[in-house]
């Protein structure tokens, strides 16, 4: 049985946060990791290798949200997902960004910025967090790949918009106190 979560956030943009994840032999991913948890490790990933994997799974996933067809996504992703996803299923779990036209096309053009560097969990899977920053409205991403045949396959994606809007700081309750000042024309 797989396991799907749709999360429903109110962002600014309205854009409604889609997370979803495969079942490896009737487990969770949560309940692969090791009894003992081991540290991530850093990924033997060099920059550009990082990009592709980036941008050609939100790529993939934007294509298919335009053309409602998940064929494809479905294909790149790794075998153990694709036995528990099917195209139909993937549609349904996307349909919100869909319906709100939710355009990805821009993450070939502008470079992410990662807010976790590749790395390797404990279950042996590459996980990649970030963000591009783009206005109004900037796409946030959490991208898990499993290795299959010397490559990493999607195994789970991540997307939603945040504003980029500059916001005003939260004033505290208790009153600021003034700060003592120097006296014009005299130095220290």
């Known amino acids: 049985m797989s396991v799907y979560r749709l999360t429903r956030r109110a962002f600014t943009q309205g ?18 990791t090791p009894a003992t948890p081991a540290a991530p490790k850093p990924a033997n990933i060099d920059r550009n290798g990082t990009l592709i994997l980036i941008r050609t799974t939100l790529i993939a996933l934007d294509q298919a949200n335009k053309s409602g067809n ?23 779990i996307f349909a919100r960004q869909r319906a709100q036209g939710l355009d990805l096309a821009g993450v070939v053009a502008i470079d ?17 967090t970030g963000f591009f920053p783009s206005v109004p409205a900037q796409v946030y991403f959490e991208l898990l790949f499993a290795p299959f045949e010397g490559q990493w396959r999607p195994f789970g994606i991540s997307v939603d918009l945040r504003s980029a809007s500059p916001t005003a700081p939260v004033q ?4 600021s106190q003034p700060r003592p000042t120097q006296p014009t024309g005299q130095r220290r």
């Not at 998940?70 to 349904?92: G, I, W």
């Not at 505290?172 to 009153?175: G, I, L, V, Y």
Request: net charge negative.
């Open 15 to 32: 854009v409604v946060a889609v997370i979803f994840a495969a079942t490896l032999g009737g487990a969770t991913f949560a309940q692969q």
């Open 70 to 92: 998940y064929s494809v996504l479905r294909a790149l992703c790794a075998p153990d997902f694709q036995a528990n996803n099917s195209p139909e299923r993937l549609a349904e």
């Open 112 to 128: 992410p910025q990662l807010t976790l560097l590749p790395q390797i969990e404990p279950n042996g899977m590459l996980h990649i």
């Open 172 to 175: 505290s309750s208790a009153p």
